[in-house]
């Protein structure tokens, strides 16, 4: 607990020194740029999990065990066709709202493409649904 507040105080004291002097820290990271992409770069490939779990939690505002707990709740399957194969990047892609953000479900590649696709528009699903329907007898 200590350590903690303790490191959440460093951080706070750091980004308003990072404020305070913000022109000393533009022309630090202007003349050291390759050094810091390298440094970056190497962070990234070092640490997919971590990279993984702030690109979730910022894109989608959960963490990597609430997406761990939804797949598991999902039996490790698509949420709209029920495959065990998520396609594309070999992870299930989380579906949210676009406009509340609200998460919905982890879906494979191809259901989550298909959702982008109809532009998550239930009514225009449904007309397709009901075109092919009538068009598979």
Known sequence: MRD??????????SR???????????DY???NKPRILKY????????PEVMRESLIKSRY???LSDYEE???????????CGTDNPGGNGRFHVDHCHSSAKV????CWRCNVGL??????????????LYLRKHSK
């Open 40 to 47: 970056q770069r190497k962070y990234r490939e070092d640490n």
């Open 70 to 80: 939804m797949l598991s709740t999902q039996s490790h399957c698509c949420a709209i």
């Open 116 to 129: 982008g696709q109809f532009k998550d528009d239930a009514d225009l699903l449904e007309k397709a649904s």
């Open 104 to 107: 919905r479900g982890l879906l």
């Open 4 to 13: 903690t507040r303790l490191r959440e105080e460093a951080r706070e004291r």
């Open 29 to 31: 990271r202007r003349r």
């Open 16 to 26: 308003k020194w990072r404020e305070n002097n913000n022109e000393r820290v533009k």
């Open 61 to 63: 505002g959960i963490s």
